[in-house]
T-cell receptor, first 114, second 114 residues
Framework: EPEVTQTPSHQVTQMGQEVILRCVPI?????FYWYRQILGQKVEFLVS????????KSEIFDDQFSVERPDGSNFTLKIRSTKLEDSAMYFC????????????FGPGTRLTVL | AQSVTQPDIHITVSEGASLELRCNYS??????LFWYVQSPGQGLQLLLK??????LVQGIKGFEAEFKRSQSSFNLRKPSVHWSDAAEYFC????????????FGGGTRVLVKP
């Protein structure tokens, strides 16, 4: 069964450093998403991406964040200058359609900012 | 704005007993409702979803959920729990035609006693 994959599974970085989290969505999906879960808190929506542009973003997704689909398979989340409060589990998801389709989630990348 | 509440943070149930997880949502229009399960070290796996039609929805692993508009609820049930059902369960609401993002509840951690 096709699945969403994410690398790395765990990333440790120093505050102020840039990080790139990588995701490979399911191959025929058209919509891509990032969510995050700070330890002990809810899973929160960050951004959705379709047709090579952001279709929706949350208040969390400020200028420090960016997303890109650099080729036909990868979908990345970049955090330009990490802060302590960016420490969280980051989940990538993809879906075939947008509003009514199931979003399939990857296993997550745990980001630890020191 | 949409929101989801899962009133129970932890539930402990004996193997073979029935399980019910509560979910209440707030959304102005017809909601798209989902239940996801997360096992340790795994991503979020879809158990079932409700978009329209029959208010009793069957999912994978023997789970079902019932949509009750009058109570703004979408409770998850399983008649007989197996040890492998120990996990964290998340209810989520989608915005439907208004957008792609999912809004998650805080999750319910289920422990299964032998």
């Amino acid at each position: 069964e096709p699945e969403v994959t994410q690398t790395p599974s765990h990333q440790v970085t120093q505050m102020g450093q840039e990080v790139i989290l990588r995701c490979v969505p399911i191959s025929n999906h058209l919509y891509f998403y990032w969510y995050r879960q700070i330890l002990g808190q809810k899973v929160e929506f960050l951004v959705s991406f379709y047709n090579n542009e952001i279709s929706e973003k949350s208040e969390i997704f400020d200028d420090q964040f960016s997303v890109e689909r650099p080729d036909g398979s990868n979908f990345t989340l970049k955090i330009r200058s990490t802060k302590l409060e960016d420490s969280a589990m980051y989940f990538c998801a993809s879906s075939w359609e947008g509003t009514t389709d199931t979003q399939y989630f990857g296993p997550g990348t745990r980001l630890t900012v020191l | 704005a949409q929101s989801v509440t899962q009133p129970d943070i932890h539930i402990t149930v004996s193997e073979g007993a029935s399980l019910e997880l509560r979910c209440n949502y707030s959304y102005g229009a017809t909601p798209y409702l989902f239940w996801y399960v997360q096992s340790p070290g795994q991503g979020l796996q879809l158990l079932l979803k409700y978009f329209s039609g029959d208010t009793l929805v069957q999912g994978i692993k023997g789970f079902e959920a019932e949509f009750k508009r009058s109570q703004s609820s979408f409770n998850l049930r399983k008649p007989s729990v197996h040890w492998s059902d120990a996990a964290e369960y998340f209810c989520a609401v989608g915005a439907g035609a208004a957008g792609n993002k999912l809004t998650f509840g805080g999750g319910t951690r289920v422990l299964v006693k032998p």
